[in-house]
């Protein structure tokens, strides 16, 4: 058991509050966690946003399995496996079309730090080198590699950090005044997308490569983007011959019942980003999926030889390309994309129906997301939800929680009876904090 003279350094976590309160996870199955005790803890957040079809699908350990007794490990540095290619294949066939150059990573945090490399290849291929600079958004999470929190936009992941140069930022679109409780995407908020044009007149259009974005902003608190505010976007830089990067590391895989956001919303990016569900959390991986005309720019205008200086020792790994294969099918094979179009109604209802419960001052959802925004205590913010999450952790449920927001993305295989038991359980425990 842990303890305060334990090895492991634990990433995104206060080490000293949980080592000397630990909680641990030994099994898990289908829509639960059981604790080394044998408690089951139902899971309302796949994990971390990674486990879409629920925990311990057979299909995919038995290939992770098999597939580590076939072939452990080869690179896909001037050499390869079948294994990659056909997962390429599979993958790049349920992004939208056109979307279909697939550059394999082990995390999310790689698969940006690739997107904004393959953005500055691209610019440089097509005769805009001058084409450096990047545009983020306030409150965006694009993981914790130098580049990705360069572009993200929450402080206590940059300040002590050196940055990239040559980044500005897009004002995030939550405003409580204006769209606090809407369901789906707020009617308000379209024209913050014009801010583009505002950035673009400040820097000049001929220094921004790319613009990046989380269709739907996870880690700060699920915020869902306004009405028409992503074809604003598409549109202005489009215009400005801007490339526009999803990173969909949460969206994708289903969360709002499509294989992505650019699918559910129709807003076709240049570039997308992913990991997580890709293999149900199975194995680590992550990906950039690149326009077909990204690729075609950066492969054929290069002198021979290495066309792009990138790439990971495990980029494409063995186990990652099996365990994504049988990911993939058994999406489809569950349906579980149309049945997280098909609960999130019910979803949303009873996130909604927390509108009344004690302390919530906003609910937001989409698809098989939704945050519950709690007023934060006076003279300590960010504890009242900590205690609501540890209370429905000691309950049974485990939820998320960012400041005083809490965050539910559950296992797309959840039963609508388990969704009333996640809110039934979250309204009680409200009542029961302070
Ligand atoms: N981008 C987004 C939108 C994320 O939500 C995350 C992780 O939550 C990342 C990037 C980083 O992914 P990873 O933790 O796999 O590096």
């Known amino acids: 058991m842990p303890t305060n003279e334990s090895a492991f350094w634990m990433p995104f976590t206060n080490n000293r509050a949980f080592k000397a309160d630990p909680r641990l996870f030994a099994t898990a199955k289908g829509m639960y966690y059981y604790t080394p005790d044998g408690r089951a803890v139902l899971d309302a957040t796949a994990g971390l946003w990674c486990v879409n079809a629920g925990h311990a699908q057979p299909r995919i350990t038995e290939a992770i399995q098999k597939q580590a007794a076939i072939l452990d490990y080869a690179p896909t540095f001037q050499l390869a496996h079948p294994y990659v290619f056909e997962f390429a294949q599979a993958l790049s066939a349920i992004f939208p079309e056109g979307l279909d150059r697939i550059f394999f990573t082990n995390s999310g945090s790689e698969a940006v730090d690739t997107a904004l490399k393959i953005a500055l290849a691209y610019q440089r291929a097509v005769g805009q080198g001058t084409r450096t600079r990047f545009i983020g958004r306030e409150k965006s999470y694009h993981g914790v590699g130098f580049g990705g929190l360069s572009v993200g936009g929450l402080a206590n992941n940059r300040r002590s950090f050196l940055q990239l140069p040559g980044v500005d930022y897009l004002p995030h679109t ?28 400040l820097h000049g259009a001929e220094t921004i490569a790319a613009v990046i974005i989380e269709p739907v902003v996870g880690s700060a608190g699920v915020i869902v983007p306004p009405k028409d505010y992503l074809e604003n976007l598409r549109a202005i830089s489009t ?61 054929e205008s290069a002198a021979p030889g290495i066309e792009f200086f990138h790439g990971y020792t495990s980029s494409g790994h063995p186990l990652a390309a099996a365990a994504g294969l049988a990911t993939l099918s058994t999406y489809r094979e569950q349906n579980l994309f149309a049945r997280a179009r098909m ?23 989409i698809g098989l997301m939704a945050a519950i925004e709690l007023e934060p205590r006076a003279d300590a913010p960010g504890t009242r939800a900590m205690s609501v999450f540890h209370r429905c952790f000691d309950e049974g449920v485990l939820i998320r929680v960012t400041a005083d927001t809490i965050a539910l993305s559950p296992p797309l295989i959840i039963e609508e009876s388990q969704i009333d038991q996640i809110f039934a359980k979250i309204r009680d425990v409200l009542i029961r904090t302070d």
Request: aromatic share 8%; glycine share 8%; hydrophobic share 50%.
């Open 174 to 201: 939550l405003d409580l005044s204006k769209m606090a409780f809407s369901r789906g995407q707020p009617a308000w908020g379209a024209h913050l997308a014009d801010d583009l044009e505002r950035l673009i007149g």
């Open 239 to 299: 215009r400005h011959g801007i490339l526009l990067i999803f990173d969909e590391v949460i969206t994708a895989f289903g969360r709002l019942g499509e294989a992505t956001a650019a699918a559910y919303f129709s807003v076709m990016p240049d570039l997308v980003t992913c990991a997580k569900g890709i293999t149900n959390g199975a194995v680590p991986m992550g990906a950039a999926v690149a326009a077909r005309k990204i690729y075609d720019a950066i492969v």
């Open 343 to 365: 609960l999130a109604p019910h979803f949303e209802k009873s996130a909604h129906a927390l509108k009344d419960a004690r302390h919530v001052i906003d609910v937001r959802n």
